[in-house]
């Protein structure tokens, strides 16, 4: 196997590897606002099914999707208590999975049949499962985003139609930023195309861009899926925003994307615009449509970047060729991100033991960086998150 090899980066279906190492890490799954008591949810993840709902206690349970009778989705039955009754024939099953109450059946036989659970938590305004071998890993913690001081939580989603490793293959492109995004970047003074540099850790990848100007970003990559790194965002335009990042396969052609950010002057007139704002998967679809372009696109878009990103990454395919690719060196921490995926991949073919990925008990945001913090053009005063 090598890092052309297309389906390994974005195959995660039916036991692919691909599949079989983001199942092994905590992932985000459903918006915590959107799971309400007693409402199931039907959430797709990795190309299977799962039912996932919040009992009476408050607390998030995700179990198998299909009832072991029939095989009718839970996500269509009802909530009782803690437990999950089945819509169809009525099977009830506990908040740990044990069967409770079947019906027509005797209590014996209710007692021989379980569901098949998984862990679960809340965190960040987000539900996060875990559906891997043996027990989960510590679940990942970022006290950068849980500081109420730093501002506003900002927590976004969308679906996308693209394969997930091109979402995270982009977060760790740094030259692409002075096209995609210009305009953006160009608030900050970030206008040089920089020599990016890049190192595998103990956490997964680490980014430091350098520009001719002697200003660094930094940014890093957690296993499997996770960025972290300050960004320009259209909520607030004054200072750099700490974006935290999950790119989420729900299966091999589209994935779950989040976004968390905390925002210092998250205005009342963003908020409303936020509210009414048109579908951005829309209007990129317009773009790619070529009905518009995306210099036509509205640029207070409160989703800018997403619609800036999707055009591009859709445009490489739902899934990318990367047969046909040819790197350069701005492709730095791309070709690490590849040459990473590619050794834990086949540990999981092998039955090997992953790297024992952990964030660092020193580990501080922005330590990397030796040059002055970034701040806009023209502004004054310590950038967020530094």
Known sequence: MNTHESPDFGRVENGAPAGRLIAQFWQPIALARDLVVGRPQRVRFLGAYYTLYRGEDGAPRMTQDRCPHRGTSLAY?????NSIRCRYHGWKFGPDGQGEVFPAE??????SICLQTYPTEEYLGLIFCFVGEGAPPAFPRFPELEDDSRGELLV???????????RVENDHDEAHVFFTHKKLFANFGLTQIPKVSAQETDYGML????????KQRVGYGFMPNILLREVPIPQDESRMSMLLAWRV?????????????????????VRAREGTMEDPMEIAARVMRCEI?????????????????TVSLAGQGVIADRSREHLGQSDKAVAILRRIWVREMRAVQDG????????????????????AELQPAGAHGDSAGA
Request: glycine letters at 6%.
């Open 249 to 269: 396969p729900i299966d091999d052609v589209s994935t779950f994307s989040v976004m968390v950010t905390r925002i210092e002057n998250y205005s009342s007139a």
């Open 156 to 166: 976004q989603v969308a679906t996308l139609g693209y394969n997930f490793f091109q």
């Open 293 to 309: 372009t995306l210099d036509e696109v509205d640029q207070n878009h409160p989703m800018l970047p997403l619609i800036q990103d």
């Open 77 to 81: 039955g009802t909530v009782e208590g």
């Open 352 to 371: 090997l033991l992953l790297k024992n990925w952990k964030r660092p008990s020193d580990f501080h945001f922005g330590k990397e960086i030796a040059g």
């Open 207 to 214: 980014v430091v861009s350098t520009r001719p100007d002697g």
């Open 106 to 111: 005797t209590a014996t036989y209710a007692r």
